[in-house]
Every structure is written in structure tokens, then in C-alpha cells.
């Protein structure tokens, strides 16, 4: 069953604005990773939030875990055209004795010249 | 960094026909690797988890005989897509936890995309 639902499912905006994308999730986690991906390729990984953590930075990443609400946040300052990708928000939990990673829904982000 | 290759990276193939794709963890062992599935603009699904050396347990709703899992090296899964049908068309990520490196690190391959005709 998908674990995670995002919002937006797209997001159009111009260069140099900030992108805030969201992700919610239903069961206990370990960790949450924020993952890119460019139209028909591979999976970049961007971030990876435990589930101790409230917040972490990289780069003009920032990304926010609030575990009492089941949800995250990944926030793209200043945004360039080549940030223009699919976000993916993907839960890492303990299930059947082993871990799976689960991914949401997923945000388009465009960004404009 | 670690690196995990797909092979190959887009196939096309007839109806009726099997397909095999190959996982490989280039420089690190992988004890347990992932299959998902992608249709276009949707989510990666999780279809099974393998461990070197025993049989893969699948997601809800995935057939095994269908997507055979064979993870009989620490370095090598393959998913061999069986009597495949044009439904079957998507694009197949496998991923791949280095051992060694703790359960919260897994690498991504870059995707085989599958057409069936």
C-alpha cells in the first residue's frame, strides 16, 4: 500500500522562488528520505531525516520531520531551472523483520525562467 | 559512492516472451536488494525484497510466478518478467542495502525501461 501522500501533486514556479512540497505518512518510521527524480530516469537521493530529528539542511535543502503529525516538508530555496524534477518522499520502517522503503505520491516541480 | 547497474537499460520485447533484468552492486555487497515498479507520471511500487541466498517476499497483490526473483550472489538480483503482456510495459528499479553500511543506506539503479508489444 503506498505509505505516503504528497501535496502538491504539481508545482509550477518561477526561478528563484522557493519550493515547499509536503509528505504525510500513516505508520511508524525509522528515517524519511527525499528523493529527485528527472523525467524517465533514475532515483537521486537528496536527503535522509531520522526520526529523532526535527530538521535538516543541505545546501538549499531544508527539510522538516514532525513525527506526531506524520508528516514532512522539503523546502527548496532560491530554485533554478534544473531543480525542475519529481520529488519523491519515501518512509523507511521496520516490517515482516526487515526494512522497506515506501514511496508517496509524488510533486512535479516545475520552474520557470 | 556505492553504485548499482541495471541491465539492460530498455528492452523491448514480444508478447508472450520472458524478459530478464540484472541488478548488480558494483562495489559493495548487498545483502538484501528491492524491485519496484514505476508506470509513467506514478509512484515507485514496491513489488518484492530479496535476500542473498533465500526466497524473495513480494508486496500484496504481485505475483511471484509471474516476476521471477533470483538474488544468488551478494552482488547479483535478477527479476525475470514471465509470459510478459503489454500491461506488463513500465519502468523496474531495483535497489540494493550495502551490508556493511547499516540498514538506513540503500542505492538506486537507474531504472530498465520495459515495452512490451
Known amino acids: 500500500s503506498q505509505q505516503g501522500e504528497e501535496d502538491p501533486q504539481a508545482l509550477s514556479i518561477q526561478e528563484g522562488e522557493n519550493a515547499t512540497m509536503n509528505c504525510s505518512y500513516k505508520?511508524?518510521?525509522?528515517?524519511l528520505q527525499w528523493y529527485r527524480q528527472n523525467s524517465g530516469r533514475g532515483l537521486v537521493h537528496l536527503i535522509l531525516?531520522?526520526?529523532?530529528?526535527r530538521e535538516k539542511h543541505s545546501g538549499r535543502l531544508r527539510v522538516t520531520l514532525d513525527t506526531s503529525k506524520k508528516s514532512s516538508s522539503l523546502l527548496i530555496t532560491a530554485s533554478r531551472a534544473a531543480d525542475t524534477a519529481s520529488y519523491f518522499c519515501a518512509t523507511d520502517a521496520t516490517s515482516g523483520g526487515g526494512n522497506k522503503l515506501t514511496f508517496g505520491t509524488g510533486t512535479q516541480l516545475k520552474v520557470e525562467l | 559512492g556505492a553504485v548499482v547497474s541495471q541491465h539492460p537499460s530498455r528492452v523491448i520485447c514480444k508478447s508472450g516472451t520472458s524478459v530478464k533484468i540484472e541488478c548488480r552492486s558494483l562495489?559493495?555487497?548487498?545483502?538484501?536488494m528491492f524491485w519496484y515498479r514505476q508506470f509513467p507520471k506514478q509512484s515507485l511500487m514496491l513489488m518484492a525484497t530479496s535476500n542473498e541466498g533465500s526466497k524473495a517476499t513480494y508486496e500484496q497483490g504481485v505475483e511471484k510466478d509471474k516476476f521471477l526473483i533470483n538474488h544468488a550472489s551478494l552482488t547479483l538480483s535478477t527479476l525475470t518478467v514471465t509470459s510478459a503482456h503489454p500491461e506488463d510495459s513500465s519502468f523496474y528499479i531495483c535497489s540494493a542495502r550495502d551490508g556493511l553500511a547499516g540498514l538506513e543506506t540503500q542505492y538506486f539503479g537507474p531504472g530498465t525501461r520495459l515495452l512490451v508489444l
Open positions: 505508520t511508524s518510521i525509522n528515517n
Open positions: 531525516i531520522r526520526s529523532n530529528e
Open positions: 562495489d559493495f555487497q548487498a545483502t538484501t
